[in-house]
């Protein structure tokens, strides 16, 4: 006599014939027998999910799922298959748990590890995701879904190396096609981050051919590729077509209007890009009610990621461009957002104390609780690492008191280093924010949780997230710092922090918002750390002539350096100008050839030009300490450089301009008591560059000089004190 079991899976085993022979209604007629017969058959239970499933119906497969594995809870394809499910509809905490029983049980399945992986990555487990795929990976060598994942888990640990090197293998397994695209275009997004170009156009170019209709992200990525290779007809009609493929996405209308190229053939040229971005920005005022119908407020504020970063390198007032492009914005999202949705959060501090916020600063029916003592401020930037920004603002975090202040920081940028873990280790509150969660809709919302007292940008303007969360008000108070030393043009920025000295008299007039000026350079920087001096052999530079150093990135150098950097040589014939490459061959080519017809209109041969290739940063101040002098640009000085070339004792010429950003150079070197150096005219920079290259007893005093005064520059800590005055609504 059979048991009630053995009936059960009989009726399953017809199922099964039924299901093979595409009999629909015999196989649905058997699971339903074979449950009746025996309810607590585990099997049956997993069969009518299936059945369930493929209908559709998530909540009956959820609850056959539920039940098969109560029945038998060493049933790990239930496990796996109830994991997948609940990932699916949303449930990521579940679908954690059922592929923990999934690999707990069968601790070599490679796929169930795959599927933890994917688990922990949603619920923002990074580094256990990380494990997860790798374990996936170690049992099954050639799985090429996990490879791809772990790839994924690279990128956004910020590990480019390892992300290109499992991306490369996972597309070597032969991938089917969807996986195959979808591989391609990650590898690409990797190439890109690390300068490979060509090779990332071209894998984007490969996506594109293999969907063409569903391209509109790599259309958009390939003409970013474009503009940094400085091909703008190409990169114009790639955000074309973007916009083209998917208008839920605005960047691709955005890019269309106001891409700027990279370089300048002269200044003709300059004065047409920027009349042709002028254009764009009066046809997106234009139509901004069409770009946005139809789209909700999220889908806009993700749009608007986009920065005119360019534009301030165009030498000119852009206050009045920069306004009118945060008009744009702020019209997009008023269209889009329900009214009321963009007010500000009520602050803890406000709500506990009455000290910021609107009138008496309480919220209604809040019971009355002792004054909180620390000021809530957070941090948003997609810099906080080692480079300029990073060095440059660090202080303004890792410093401030935190007895007086809770500091929040947003970090929106993969991976980091060890600044990044200084930062961090230093916050009281430090959100990464990566992939699909780096979006600013849901970075936004997260700030907002936090109920700030002021929210801090330290840069505006470099980054495309950071500028579409500035369009939104998150705190109460919002600041922007000089990074990208030129106004936001949002009215929902407070006040922008700037430095004292660098701020020509009408500074005022150059910014929509309200100036908050710090001492000295506005920040305690930490004095580098100085490598030995190296050779001039080492880096292929002459021993026996006078080198003078424009380190600055190429797109930064003005067409109106050109005439100068040819005078200065054209006036002393045995000196060398010693440059860097830019991101791309293209943008080299075109930055030389326009400065060696300015060389030639001098009569100055154009191998007195060395371009030397990017490299560490160890290196770059042994160029510096090598060097004989440093040239600064005109309309954009430098920042970060010239505290490194200071830092060596290396004497900067510069010609202070009209706006901060041209001014910096000339701020430090009044602090450090080296105002000769300091140019009043084109003429004036031409003789204090010849003096400083035939001079060398004057040379090596300034030198002298410059390393004297490095302790008034570096490691001073009473920008800081000023700067917790700004932020704290007490002291205003």
């Known amino acids: 006599m059979t048991s009630a079991f053995e009936r059960s899976q009989a009726h399953l085993q017809r199922a099964a014939e039924a299901k093979r022979r595409g009999d629909a209604a015999a196989q649905r007629a058997e699971i339903a027998r074979a449950l009746t017969t025996d309810p607590g058959n585990a099997l049956a239970h997993f069969a009518h999910a299936e059945l369930a499933e493929a209908a559709g119906d998530a909540a009956a497969a ?196 106001l891409a700027l190229p990279m370089i300048y053939a002269d200044r003709a040229s300059l004065d047409a890009a920027r009349g042709r971005y002028a254009e764009g920005v009066a046809a997106l005022e234009a139509d901004v009610g069409a770009r946005v119908a139809g789209l909700n407020a999220d889908q806009v504020v993700d749009g608007l990621r986009w920065s005119n970063f360019l534009l301030a390198y165009q030498g000119c007032d852009d206050r009045a461009l920069q306004a009118r492009y945060a008009s744009f914005a702020a019209r997009a999202l008023a269209l889009a957002a329900p009214a009321g949705s963009q007010a500000a959060p009520t602050p803890v501090r406000s709500a506990i104390s009455g000290r910021a916020g609107g009138p008496g600063g309480t919220v209604p029916g809040a019971k009355k609780r002792r004054p909180s003592p620390r000021v809530r401020v957070g941090f948003a930037s997609a810099f906080f690492r080692d480079g300029t920004a990073g060095r440059y603002f660090r202080s303004w975090i890792t410093d401030l008191a935190r007895e007086r202040f809770e500091v929040f920081v947003y970090h929106l ?104 000026l710090l001492p000295g350079i506005g920040t ?77 209109l001098h009569g100055v041969a154009p191998a007195r030009i060395t371009v030397l290739p990017s490299m560490t940063h160890d290196d770059y101040l042994r160029v510096n300490l090598v060097c004989d002098a440093m040239l600064d640009t005109l309309h954009w000085s430098g920042g970060n450089t010239s505290l490194d070339a200071l830092a060596c004792g290396l004497p900067i010429v510069t010609l202070p301009g009209a706006f901060m950003r041209g001014r910096q150079s000339a701020a430090m070197l009044g602090i450090a008591d080296a105002h000769e150096l300091i140019a009043q005219a084109q003429a004036d920079y031409v003789a204090i560059a010849t003096r400083l290259i035939r001079d060398r007893d004057w040379q090596r005093e300034l030198a002298a000089r410059l390393r004297a005064g490095r302790s008034r520059i570096f490691d001073r800590p009473e920008p800081i004190t000023a700067f917790a005055q700004l932020l704290d609504p007490a002291e205003q």
């Open 413 to 516: 940028y993969p991976g980091s280093d060890a600044l990044t873990g200084e930062i961090q280790r230093r916050a009281d509150v430090f959100r990464a924010f990566t992939g699909a969660a780096g979006r600013p809709s849901g970075i936004a919302a997260a700030i907002r949780g936090d109920r700030l007292d002021v929210l801090v940008y330290p840069e505006l303007g470099m980054d495309h997230v950071s500028f579409a969360l500035a369009a939104l008000r998150l705190a109460p108070r919002q600041l922007a710092g000089w990074g990208h030393p030129v106004t936001s043009g949002h009215g929902t920025i407070d006040g922008f922090i700037t430095c004292a000295a660098m701020e020509p008299a009408d500074g005022p007039s150059h910014y929509v918002e309200p100036l908050l």
């Open 524 to 600: 305690r920087y930490r004095m580098p750390t100085l490598p030995d001096a190296g050779s001039r052999a080492k880096f292929g530079l002459p021993g026996d002539v006078p080198l003078v150093l424009c380190p600055q990135s190429l797109f930064k150098i003005h067409p109106d350096n050109d005439g100068l950097f040819a005078a200065v040589l054209a006036a002393s014939p045995r000196a060398q100008l010693v440059l860097f490459e830019g991101r791309h061959p293209r943008i080299t080519t075109a930055f030389t050839r326009r400065l060696r017809a300015a060389l030639e």
């Open 62 to 257: 959820r609850a056959g799922l539920e039940r098969a594995v109560a029945l038998q809870p060493a049933f790990a394809q239930a496990w796996q298959r109830l994991g997948i499910l609940c990932g699916e509809t949303g449930d990521a905490n579940r679908a954690l748990d059922a592929f923990a029983h999934a690999v707990a049980i069968e601790p070599g399945n490679a796929r169930a590890f795959n599927n933890l992986g994917n688990a922990l990555r949603a619920l923002g487990r990074s580094s256990d995701a990380h494990a997860a795929f790798r374990r996936a990976v170690e049992l099954d060598p050639g799985y090429a879904l996990a490879l791809a994942n772990l790839a994924l888990a690279a990128r956004d640990a910020g590990d480019f190396s390892d992300a290109e090197r499992f991306a490369r293998d996972a597309l070597a397994r032969h991938p089917p096609p969807s996986l195959a695209r979808t591989v391609a275009v990650l590898l690409a997004g990797v190439l890109r981050e690390r300068g490979a170009l060509d090779e990332a156009a071209a894998l984007y170019e490969r996506a594109i051919a293999m969907a063409p209709a569903a391209s509109a992200g790599e259309w958009l990525n390939l003409a970013r590729i474009h503009s940094e290779r400085d091909e703008m007809t190409e990169a114009r009609a790639a955000f074309r077509r973007a916009y083209e493929l998917d208008r839920r996405d605005l960047r691709g209308a955005l890019g269309a209007a």
